[in-house]
């Protein structure tokens, strides 16, 4: 099973007909309600968002006790589930205004032109697309059935513990985060071109080198 089997229809559709296909229709959800996504297949989902920790900050022995004790807490998962991440453009308009009013009110001729860089500096990395953070998630699934919509989110709540167990912090997606996951997977609000030089060249030998 594909990770977003929950947002796009696998049904095959004739080619002359998915010119014709609206939205809605291409988009396998039927809807999101509290904490699970009802696809038009009769599947529910669940997703479960995982906070990172920095493991630069944690020495050899810390990240080996980490890594035994999550296997521990997982090998007791006895049902499928998916592990995704995805980057999310990250809003820096609030600092640039903070460093914007800091710029407008200091004296300082030195610390206006350390401001002055620093604002000049993050524009480009926000039109770069470099401003952006890893979301990870855990998607766990059910038929649709009787007591469905309970096992499951008992399921996510008892899964999300795990990490908890492991001071990773996790918890189970409402509504909003599941509609806002959806979207910056089908709909991506922000791209970047690359800046690599791709024109073909032909290296030539000079003096015994190639330039």
């Known amino acids: ?14 080619a002359l007909d998915v010119r014709g296909q609206t939205a ?9 309600k509290g904490k699970i996504l009802f696809t ?8 479960i968002k995982i906070h990172p920790i920095s493991l630069e900050l ?24 998916k592990f995704f991440a ?7 308009s609030a600092l640039i205004n903070d460093l914007q009013d800091t710029y407008s009110g200091s004296n300082d001729l030195i610390q206006k032109r350390l401001l002055k860089e620093s604002v000049k ?10 401003v952006v953070e890893r979301q990870f998630y855990v998607i766990i699934w059910q038929k649709s059935g009787e007591d469905a919509q309970r096992e499951l989110l008992k399921r996510a709540g ?4 795990k990490f908890e167990a492991c001071n990773i912090r996790a918890e189970v997606c409402e ?11 089908a709909n991506p609000s922000f791209g970047y071109a690359e800046d690599s030089d791709i024109t073909p060249t032909v290296p030539l030998l000079n003096n015994g080198g190639a330039t």
């Open 24 to 32: 809605q229709e291409f988009i396998n959800v039927r809807d999101i």
């Open 158 to 161: 008892e899964l999300a513990g």
């Open 40 to 47: 038009k297949d009769n599947q529910l989902f669940a997703y």
């Open 58 to 81: 944690l020495s050899r022995k810390e990240k080996e006790q980490i890594s035994r004790q999550l296997t521990t807490e997982l090998s007791t998962e006895g049902k499928p589930f």
């Open 1 to 14: 099973m594909n990770i977003f089997d929950s947002l796009f229809n696998k049904k095959k559709v004739p």
């Open 121 to 130: 500096t993050i524009h480009e990395f926000a039109t770069t697309g470099e």
């Open 175 to 185: 509504q909003s985060q599941i509609v806002q996951l959806c979207n910056l997977f």
């Open 86 to 92: 995805i980057s999310r453009p990250i809003d820096i």
